[in-house]
């Protein structure tokens, strides 16, 4: 089965967790590609779609991640489509779930998505008075890769 990781992502932070994924999911014995959101025009070879964003300013995904979700919308309802956001600069992502931001909300509702996991993020460069570090974690990317990967078995391809 080909499964597409498509990501919008500004200093690569999401970027590295939509890899994580795919390799993840590339162990489990699907086909993957990751690609930038922007420059994914054809979703039509893929059986199953994950679209991630990076976090800025408490309400916002990142534009491309947007774009992406509305510019594909008729065909991503047709097909199992899972969301996730890359964001916290502390440990709250793997200590608790959190609920996507009310902008991502609209978007499952939109494209009918299966799931949507919040994963911590990582800045590198200074911003303000935010922390330095990277929060991103590859057991937490695993888990949910299983997760996914369990659920397309159960159901096949078929939506
Ligand atoms: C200006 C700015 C605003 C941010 N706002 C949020 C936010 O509202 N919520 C959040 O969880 N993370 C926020 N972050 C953290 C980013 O989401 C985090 O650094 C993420 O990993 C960036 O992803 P990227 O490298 O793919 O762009 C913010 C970071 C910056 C620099």
């Known amino acids: 089965m080909r499964v597409l990781v498509a990501y919008g992502s500004k200093m690569g932070g999401t970027r590295g967790v939509a890899e994580m994924l795919g390799a993840d999911l590339a162990d489990l014995g699907y086909e993957v590609d990751v690609r930038p959101a ?7 070879p893929y059986e199953a779609v994950i679209v991630g964003g990076a976090l800025y300013y408490f309400v916002s995904w990142h534009k491309d991640a947007r774009a992406f979700l509305k510019r ?11 969301l996730f ?7 709250s992502a793997t200590q608790k779930e959190i609920p996507p931001v ?12 299966r799931g949507h996991v919040t994963f ?3 800045l590198e460069e200074k ?3 935010l922390p330095l570090g990277d929060w991103r974690d590859p057991e937490h990317v695993r888990r949910w890769a299983e ?3 369990g659920e397309l078995a159960a159901s ?3 939506d």
Do not use: C, F, N, Y
Request: proline content about 4%.
């Open 38 to 44: 922007k420059e994914t025009t054809d979703i039509e």
């Open 72 to 82: 594909h919308r008729a065909a991503l309802r047709q097909r199992p489509v899972w």
């Open 85 to 91: 956001s890359s964001g916290p600069l502390d440990e």
């Open 102 to 113: 009310r902008s991502v909300r609209k978007e499952i509702d939109h494209v009918g998505a």
């Open 120 to 122: 911590g993020g990582r």
């Open 127 to 129: 911003s303000g008075s």
């Open 147 to 149: 997760a996914i990967a």
């Open 156 to 158: 096949g391809s078929v």
